[in-house]
């Protein structure tokens, strides 16, 4: 059997890793050329981050995928549970790094400093996050689950794949978001 959810979470994995890594270059240079493109993008991928992973990657990890390997493969509980905290954090997360990036914006740079020391944990607990999903999880994953199992992970993350992934189209609801973050965010994402 294929596994096509496997190649799905990867994919979504190394799209959202460009995510980060791109905003984290734009945090780098700052908003000194054009603050309003700047913080455009910013809220905009911080607001994919919450619309996509946060809302359909993770909640499909948390119900489908990791019960399945951790019945059948219990040795990995200890992961599991980290990441299954690392969920439960990571929504309230990407708003409180929303409402900083806006502080930022609307009171200025004396609201940078806040932003900055929020944001940088944030990114590398993300990426240490997803890394551990690779690591661990996924290979157990290969190693124990079923044909029966892959058949259910596969419908279920074929249902909504990320656009960024640049493998579907972004449906309408994502079309107009993942069109501004291309056209104006750094490479690897962007094009600006």
Do not use: C
């Not at 019945?71 to 549970?81: N, R, V, W």
């Not at 200025?108 to 997803?130: C, N, Q, W």
Request: glycine share 4%; proline share 7%; net charge negative.
């Amino acid at each position: 059997m294929k596994k096509r959810s496997l190649h799905i979470i990867r994919d979504e994995h190394a799209s959202l890793a460009a995510m980060l890594h791109s905003m984290t270059q734009l945090v780098d240079r700052g908003p000194a050329e054009d603050v309003h493109q700047f913080f455009d993008v910013m809220r905009a991928m911080l607001f994919y981050i919450d619309e996509f992973p946060e809302q359909l990657h993770h909640p499909k990890e948390s119900e489908l995928l990791f019960p399945r390997v951790v019945k059948k493969a219990p040795e990995i509980m200890g992961a599991i549970d980290r990441l299954e905290r690392d969920h439960m954090r990571s929504e309230k997360a990407v708003r409180d790094l929303l409402h900083l990036l806006l502080a930022w914006e609307l009171m200025g740079s004396s609201r940078k400093a806040a932003f900055i020391d929020a944001f940088t944990p944030y990114v590398e607990a993300y990426l240490a996050h997803m890394r551990l999903e690779e690591l661990v999880v996924l290979p157990a994953a290969e190693r124990a689950l079923t044909d029966e199992d892959w058949l259910a992970l596969d419908v279920a993350f074929e249902q909504n794949s990320d656009p960024l992934t640049g493998k579907h189209p972004p449906g309408p609801a994502f079309e107009k978001l993942f069109s501004r973050i291309v056209a104006t965010a750094p490479a690897p994402i962007g094009l600006g």
